[in-house]
């Protein structure tokens, strides 16, 4: 069985300064790196003023760049061949499209905080698997940034690691048009190596969560069903639980308890906001229970929040909760989908001894009921976006 492997970190910016030079003419005066995530828990929770619990994956965006005197900016990628050429201020609302957005958003973000952002040549290799609910978006973002922060030889400090995520998110949401809540870009910058990342989007507080999973892997299968957050589905979850918070008279549904979300009118919203309440209620327990080494409470707490997005929120599909019933058959101590649905991955808690048997049993499963064949990796948790 394999693994999608994230690759060696010092070969693949190595590699791209090679492909950079040799596109461009000029070698690249910086590279940045950022990561992709999986989300243990707390889903579509963060636009609602919740909690989340995401991981920085070991699978990373890099992305090179080498400043310009003429004030262009050039953005291409070794996996697309979509390419965009503008100004910086060209950059924002309106400007480019696709995936050029995530990237040259970025540059149009940064200067509208101030930094001066002088045209540049840009190179992307993303490593982030894509459309597969493991945020390849705001690993591009943040890649970008880094780079950007690393032409001006601005350090990473906590400032200008917040500055990172509010220009990322800007990006994503005023550019790039995908209305997400900002869990992905804060895991991207703040995740670090072995631990969790606790975040309040009530207070913006994070607290690290040591993961020890001495013994366990946690797999992330991508059932290869494309996840678009564009494409309206997401826009209309989050109407949904603006709708709910307007009904019940709370700024976000952060402040409601579920006995009021029972009594709102309409069955969906109604639905909608009871998988918001009852899956932040979920986020510091499984934080708690995996700190504590607690399986078969990570086990229960898991099976409610998958069964909490296929039924109140209705963002699963047939491959994940194919995904998640065959991995626990075949041995996991818990799975559900991760990340905003309608496609995309999930992720498991699979004792060691048993990973090549979950793997196995799912593509067995979807080979069986003609789905198309998933690919597997293994989320070792990893650091924040740094320079490569
Ligand atoms: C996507 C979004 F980008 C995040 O902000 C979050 O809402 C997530 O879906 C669901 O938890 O990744």
């Given amino acids: 069985m394999s693994y999608l492997e ?10 791209l300064r090679g492909a950079f030079e040799q596109r461009y003419g000029t070698p690249a005066a910086a590279v940045g790196r950022a990561p992709g995530r999986v989300n243990l828990i707390g889903e579509h929770t963060d636009y609602n003023r919740g909690l989340v619990l995401p991981l920085a994956l070991p699978h990373a965006t890099y992305v090179a760049v080498a400043p310009r005197t003429d004030g262009r900016v050039r953005v291409a990628s070794l996996q697309d061949d979509a390419t965009w050429e503008g100004t910086v201020a060209e950059a924002g609302p309106g400007g480019p499209r ?8 970025v540059l149009w973000a940064l200067a509208e905080a101030g930094l001066d952002v002088p045209g540049m040549d840009v190179l992307v290799d993303g490593r ?4 597969a609910g493991l945020s390849s978006s705001a690993a591009l973002e943040c ?11 601005r350090d990473l400090d906590e400032e200008t690691r917040r500055l990172v995520i509010d220009a990322c998110i800007r990006a994503e949401t005023e550019v790039a048009g995908a209305p997400t809540g900002g869990m992905d870009q ?11 990342l606790l975040v309040d989007f009530d207070t913006d507080e994070t607290r690290s969560v040591p993961l020890d999973l001495a013994g366990l892997t946690l797999l992330v299968t991508d059932t ?7 494409d309206g ?5 989050r109407a949904d639980c603006e709708a709910a918070a307007a009904e019940l008279g709370v700024a976000s549904l952060r402040e409601a308890d579920l006995a009021a979300v029972e009594r709102i009118t309409d069955e969906r919203v109604r639905a909608r906001a009871r998988h918001i309440v009852t899956e932040t209620d979920r986020v510091v327990p499984v934080a708690e229970a ?5 399986r078969d409470a990570v086990a229960q707490l898991f099976a409610s929040s998958h069964a909490s997005m296929r039924d109140d929120f209705e963002i699963s599909c047939d491959e994940l909760d194919a995904a998640v019933a065959v991995a626990v058959e075949a041995g996991a101590v818990a799975a559900r989908m991760t990340g905003g649905g309608f496609g995309g991955s999930s992720v498991a808690l699979v004792p060691d001894e048993r990973v090549e048997a979950v793997m196995r049993a799912i593509d067995t499963e979807f080979a069986l009921r003609g789905f198309a064949a998933p690919a597997h990796l293994r989320a070792e948790p990893s650091a924040g976006a740094g320079p490569a």
């Fill in 6 to 15: 994230p690759g060696s970190p010092d070969q693949i910016a190595a590699d």
């Fill in 233 to 237: 589905g997401y826009a209309a979850r």
């Fill in 186 to 196: 804060t895991v991207a910058v703040l995740g670090e190596a072995g631990a969790a």
């Fill in 143 to 153: 890649a970008v940034a880094v780079a950007v922060l690393g032409l001006a030889g």
């Fill in 290 to 294: 995996l700190t504590r080494g607690d």
């Fill in 98 to 105: 696709g995936w050029t957005a995530y990237a040259a958003g």
């Fill in 128 to 131: 982030v698997p894509l459309g």
């Fill in 224 to 230: 290869r069903v494309s996840h678009e957050l564009t």
